[in-house]
């Protein structure tokens, strides 16, 4: 069951797999895990041999701890008598391990993870029973967490808590089973209970219990019965992969928030970036327009100019290089192979490198002086969507903390930067929420067109052009972005009536929306079909608009992650008109690792 189950959660991470099993008749605790795909790690430790009574496994996506056997979950106590598996971040990680250092717990891993069992076998030594153990555990942590402990003492009970990362019951006949996501319980059960925000407690064969704030859970009522095929549970009931990960992103920009405000690989390379001579960004695709939102909030906030080129053009711009420099080098994966050439390219000049990544110890990160990480987890679509808004919060943070370093920024401005992005999830949501159906209205229009415009001003070009590609990479419509002021310049003789032109409004300044308020009544004119995404506030507030995406107030630092959701679902559902797969665009790979 346990392999079973954790095969159906591979999507969700993969570089690692570890079981915890207390065994039929000796009642040990088994761990067996290590470093690979689970295939590999079930083969070569024989797990399917065993029998237990009850288990854990754990398929990891690494985000405190290099891929490794030691890094690998489920992690145990002092004693081993203690297994935990743990989805999410504990942002004060660093603090309750070295409370526990202190104490004389031994530490045999790098992860957040690791912490849990031992704050357990603390307050068991205590005296506590351990249910009180488990609950004074969780009390002590901050971040998000799905969490899963079994303890050799209750061989037929394991505990659970959820705050912010997923976690969901199954009620099985003789049998009860907590997993991350459902499609892992499928083959066994349909009755499900999604746990809340808050909530803890522990499963038993014929028992479970629920409770919040020290009260029990009256949870019988919210069993649900789920009728979703495997495949479809997989999306967690959503059509595609691309659909699944933009409704992700409030939690993914929560998560990586946190994750970067409990480590200090942000402050490191800021260090490094304020003392340098001259700064570059670079990377390809949607992680090349992340480096020209991170230029522009430079100029911005550190009132410092920021070399960005896409990658595959790095022969022009290494030349520059010089051991006074620093290469920020983006890349999801961190294996895109035009990204890897410039950085080699720039190391051998003397260049020291950032590399910002949603992949630990990825080749990029590897070869790099200072890594920062996104926990955005797995994208499986091909199209980037969560983790281009999680690489723009690291890259502001970074400008931020970079700014405040070199005293262009007063260290007060930066703290209230990095306590707007506290609320990019939100802001996600809320883009959402008021997008989805004008988004349905607008795609009967737009799906007849074969070409648009995708226009903006200032900070809100670089989202223009990652608006643009999404369009075009999963519907296949030909979507052109450039900056608003010029149209006049050669591109606007190709609008004629009904031709569409979105309008991002990045800012509510008077001066910037005077200017694309031109900008737009120059395109109406032309017969243009204008659409509009922009703060709530100027609803009605420019004209010449035919259609209006407005999201809750927004400004210049928080304008992505109100205004890419929109762009974002308006792609997928335009592709999805059109009969297109938007998890697998024609002719794209996920990963590009060939020139």
Excluded at 84 to 99: P, S, W, Y
Excluded at 201 to 209: A, F, M, N, Q, R
Excluded at 239 to 253: G, N, S, T, Y
Excluded at 467 to 477: F, N, P, R, T, W
């Amino acid at each position: 069951m346990l392999v079973e189950g954790l095969r159906r959660l591979e999507y969700r991470g993969y570089d690692s797999a570890g079981f915890a099993l207390i065994e039929c008749t000796s009642r040990r605790l088994i761990v067996l895990k290590d470093q690979g795909r689970i295939e590999d790690v079930v083969k070569k430790y024989g797990v399917l041999n065993y029998c237990a009574v009850s288990g854990l496994a754990h398929t990891r996506w690494a985000t405190h701890g290099a891929p490794s056997s030691v890094n690998a979950h489920p992690h145990t106590d002092c004693e081993g008598k203690i297994a935990i598996v743990h989805n999410g971040i504990i942002k004060n990680f660093a603090t309750l391990r070295e409370f526990l250092e202190e104490r004389g717990h031994r530490f045999s891993s790098d992860t957040d993870t690791e912490v849990i069992a031992h704050l357990f076998e603390e307050f068991l030594s205590k005296g506590h029973a351990p249910f009180e153990s488990f609950k004074k555990t969780i009390a002590m942590l901050e971040g998000a967490y799905a969490i899963a402990l079994l303890y050799i003492g209750e061989p037929l009970r394991i505990y659970f808590a959820r705050n912010v990362s997923p976690l969901i019951v199954g009620l099985g006949e003789g049998f009860n089973m907590v997993s991350s996501d459902i499609p892992s319980m499928l083959p066994y059960t349909r009755r499900v209970i999604v746990l809340r925000d808050g909530e803890y407690g522990y499963i038993e064969p014929y028992k479970l219990v629920i409770e919040k704030n020290g009260a029990a859970v009256s949870w019988k009522q919210r069993i649900t019965l789920v009728t979703w095929s495997v495949e479809a549970a997989e999306k967690a009931g959503y059509p595609h992969f691309m659909l699944k990960e933009i409704m992700e992103q409030p939690r993914v920009l929560y998560e990586t928030y946190q994750g970067l405000m409990s480590s200090n690989e942000v402050d490191e390379a800021a260090r490094l970036i304020a003392d340098a001579d001259t700064v570059f960004v670079t990377g390809a695709g949607t992680s090349f327009h992340a480096g020209l939102l991170y230029a522009a909030y430079s100029a911005l906030l550190e009132r410092r100019p920021v070399y960005a080129f896409i990658s595959s053009e790095y022969r022009l711009y290494e030349r520059l290089a010089n051991p006074g420099s620093v290469l920020i080098a983006i890349s999801q994966s961190g294996e895109t192979i035009d990204t890897l050439h410039a950085v080699r390219a720039f190391r051998k000049h003397g260049a020291k490198i950032v590399a910002v990544s949603n992949v630990v110890a990825s080749t990029i990160p590897r070869e790099s002086d200072k890594v920062i990480y996104t926990r955005a987890g797995p994208e499986i679509g091909v199209a980037a969507t969560k983790t281009f808004l999680t690489q723009v919060l690291a890259l502001t943070l970074l400008v931020s903390r970079t700014a405040s370093a070199a005293g262009t920024l007063k260290d007060s401005e930066a703290k209230e930067i990095a306590e707007k992005l506290e609320s990019a999830g939100r802001l996600a949501a809320a883009g959402l929420r008021s997008s989805l159906r004008m988004v349905e209205r607008v795609v009967p229009v737009l799906k007849e067109r074969h070409s648009m415009y995708v226009l903006s001003r200032e900070i809100g070009v670089p989202l223009a052009y990652e608006g643009a590609l999404k369009i075009k990479e999963v519907s296949y419509i030909h979507a052109e972005a450039y900056p608003a002021g010029e149209s006049k310049h050669g591109p606007i003789a190709l609008v004629e009536p009904g031709f569409p032109v979105i309008f991002i409004a990045a800012s509510t300044a008077d001066e910037y929306l005077e200017r694309l308020q031109g900008n737009i009544m120059e395109m109406k004119a032309r017969g243009a079909f204008t659409l509009l995404v922009a703060p709530a506030t100027l609803r009605g507030g420019l004209q010449g608009v035919d259609v209006g995406f407005y999201v809750e107030g927004y400004d210049e630092i928080m304008a992505p992650y109100a205004v890419m959701p929109v762009l974002q679902l308006l792609a997928y559902k335009l592709a999805v008109a059109l009969g297109r797969d938007p998890d697998k665009p024609r002719n794209l790979a996920k990963t590009v690792t060939v020139e």
